[in-house]
């Protein structure tokens, strides 16, 4: 029986641990660890959107943007260094668009093996929802409910820079930050400017990235992140900056960031399958710059959209621009520039390696989900997006 004695023993540590943690300010670690290694991850997944509260994006089922599809598309033969990149990386679906034509349509891994249609199952965006968001504004801006990308952000969430970290007021840990969060815009968000107390790591389960994916208040989160550099003046990607942006849009239209998505983007493109949005909690808000989940056709969609110059839904003048580099040679108003072999390519992008890579001089849009990349020497352009572009004009491109 004292194996039974110290079994119950070892629960009860667990118990009182996971109580004690409840109550600390790394509660969000329950949650952390119930969706990755109680299910067998060691971090954050593309098909981990099952396990988080969502609110529903409606397709309107009387217009669709049907595609032209070539028969051959999923049994066409891919390049050996296509392949054994899909297979290296764990790829979960892989599509080309060649002048609107899906000719190229492969599942693989979880999503061959699952028990929907794979065309019919949703994957997590991860930071693609960061361009997703970037439009979303644009179109706020087109319906002149914001007035222009250079807003101060502090017109519509005035408690933006006001405490640090701790919690303590700002101006008294450092004057200059309360100037800089004055200065704060729009811009500054959408071209990672902003110049945050916001450090971008993936790893450490401590970590403010970690605390905003998990946790059941994203708002509350951002309320302690300073503004400690002066914006618009150096380059760093930081996640806080979009999900502020997303907290302005739903103030000033005072919508859900799913409604607007629905009303401005899914509905009138035609969309052909519900999407999701990822919530901090119940009936909570959005995870705008990490969690849009939607098929590989709708994120293909998404792609063409771009490649035709907004398609009367957003402003083309806005997405040359934000095509173009800002403060960083591979990153503009939230869409990433890359260039392969001559071929110039600009991107949506999350992690684990979730891309919309749009190629315009041969009218192709190409789109990757999975749970894996390889960066290779790169860096920020990985190796495995440039094989994804290379070898679709390889095998569709025809010249141009």
Request: with cysteine; hydrophobic share 40%; glycine share 8%.
């Amino acid at each position: 029986m004292k194996w039974v004695q110290r079994l119950l023993a070892v629960v009860g540590i667990l118990a009182l641990l996971t109580g004690l943690l409840a109550v600390s300010p790394y509660s969000y670690l329950i949650k952390g660890v119930r969706l990755t290694y109680l299910i067998g991850e060691k971090s954050a997944n593309y098909l981990d959107w099952m396990n988080f509260d969502t609110r529903d994006v409606e397709i309107d089922s009387t217009r669709t943007w049907e595609l032209a599809m070539a028969d051959n598309r999923h049994t066409v033969p891919v390049t050996p260094a296509l392949d054994n990149m899909l297979s290296e990386t764990k790829s979960g679906a892989y599509l080309v668009f060649r002048n609107d034509t899906l000719v190229c349509e492969r599942y693989m891994g979880a999503l061959a093996g699952s028990a929907d249609k794979p065309d019919m199952q949703l994957t997590n965006s991860f930071s693609m929802a960061k361009t997703i968001t970037c439009l979303l504004v644009q179109k706020a801006i087109q319906e002149k409910i914001i007035p222009s990308w250079d807003e101060p952000v502090r017109k519509y969430l005035d408690w933006v820079g006001v405490l640090d970290k701790s919690g303590n007021p700002s101006i008294q840990t450092n004057p200059s930050w309360e100037k800089w969060a004055d200065q704060l815009t729009l811009r500054h968000l959408v071209t990672m400017t902003a110049g945050l107390e916001w450090d971008e790591s993936y790893v450490s389960p401590f970590g403010i990235t970690a605390k905003a994916y998990y946790g059941s208040d994203a708002e509350k989160t951002m309320k302690t992140v300073p503004v400690i550099r002066e914006p618009g003046t150096h380059y760093q990607y930081q996640s806080g900056a979009t999900q502020l942006l997303g907290l302005v849009l739903a103030k000033a239209t005072g919508k859900t960031i799913s409604a607007l998505t629905e009303e401005w983007l899914w509905k009138p493109l035609g969309m052909e399958s519900n999407a999701k949005w990822q919530l901090d909690s119940k009936d909570g808000k959005e995870l705008n710059y990490c969690c849009f989940d939607a098929t590989a056709r709708d994120f293909g969609r998404l792609g063409l959209m771009v490649l035709h110059h907004g398609k009367g839904v957003i402003d083309s003048a806005f997405l040359s621009q934000a095509q173009q580099p800002f403060k960083s040679p591979n990153y503009g108003h939230s869409f990433w520039l890359g260039e392969v072999d001559g071929i110039k390519f600009s991107y949506y992008q999350g992690l684990n390696g979730q891309y919309i890579c749009l190629l315009p001089q041969y009218n192709m849009v190409v789109v990757r989900t999975g749970h894996g990349v390889k960066k290779g020497n790169s860096f920020p352009v990985f190796d495995c997006v440039k094989t994804y572009v290379k070898e679709a004009v390889a095998m569709f491109g025809n010249g141009k």
